[in-house]
């Protein structure tokens, strides 16, 4: 089983920063197969990020994604109000599918 | 517009089943793979398994957890797919997820629903 690590679990940021997110995998995957989901409390996830830098229908440009191997950045370049939540990335190339554990952004 | 309903959540024993519901709406549900997901309270997210299309096998895949109690079908002609839980654990106890998954080869979860909770405890 791939085991995705998130870093940090906690970011504290202002509205207008910058977010970097990580993720790192125990394993190789393939860049196809990497996907980066937004989750507010009590709604469902929603994809941002598949194929680790392709964004979703609908998704702002100021969400990006990058990586390759065993590492993958999730970026939100200006963080508007309605960005903090939890974060988390999710390998679907290999069974048994995995997510990371989250990072949430919050305000600072 | 595409939509993704679940329903068939409850308070259940353990060692007890029961079934969940998802109705779709908005695409062809032989187009597409189908998968189930689920959070506990409090913690992250969890695959437990997905479906593919009756047209491309109709063969199922689980996680590790829930494999050999639980099993993913389609109702095509209802445009629903069912998660069929069995001999439930208290671990089990999680909101569900259905959502839809792009392809074979692209794998990724589009578009899921709200969720359905689900209570094991005596």
């Known amino acids: 089983e791939i085991v995705l690590t998130q870093s940090p679990g906690t970011l504290s940021l202002s509205p207008g920063e910058r977010a970097t997110l990580s993720c790192r995998a125990t394993?190789?995957?393939?860049?196809?197969?990497l996907a980066w989901f937004q989750q507010k409390p009590g709604q469902a996830p929603r994809l941002l990020i598949y194929?680790?830098?392709t964004r979703a229908t609908g998704i702002p440009a100021r969400f990006s994604g990058s990586g390759s191997g065993t590492d993958f950045t999730l970026t939100i370049t200006r963080l508007e109000p309605e960005d903090f939540a939890m974060y988390y990335c999710q390998q679907y190339g290999y069974s048994p599918w995995t997510f990371g554990q989250g990072t949430k952004v919050e305000i600072k | 517009e595409v939509q993704l309903v679940e329903s068939g959540g409850d308070l259940v024993q353990p060692g007890r089943s029961l079934r969940l519901s998802c109705t779709a709406s908005?695409?062809?549900?032989?187009?597409?793979?189908m998968s189930w997901f689920r959070q506990a309270p409090g913690g992250g997210l969890e695959w437990v398994g997905f479906?593919?299309?009756?047209?491309?096998?109709?063969?199922?895949d689980y996680a590790p957890s829930v494999k050999d109690r639980f099993s993913i079908s389609l109702d095509d002609s209802k445009s629903i797919a069912y998660l069929q839980m069995n001999t439930l654990k208290t671990e089990d106890t999680a909101v569900y997820f259905c959502?839809?998954?792009?392809?074979?080869?692209?794998?990724?979860?589009?578009?899921w629903g709200q969720g359905t909770l689900v209570t094991v405890s005596s």
């Open positions: 908005g695409f062809n549900l032989d187009d597409y793979l």
């Open positions: 194929a680790t830098s």
């Open positions: 394993q190789s995957i393939s860049s196809t197969y």
């Open positions: 959502a839809r998954v792009i392809s074979d080869w692209m794998s990724v979860a589009d578009y």
């Open positions: 479906i593919r299309s009756k047209g491309n096998g109709g063969t199922p």
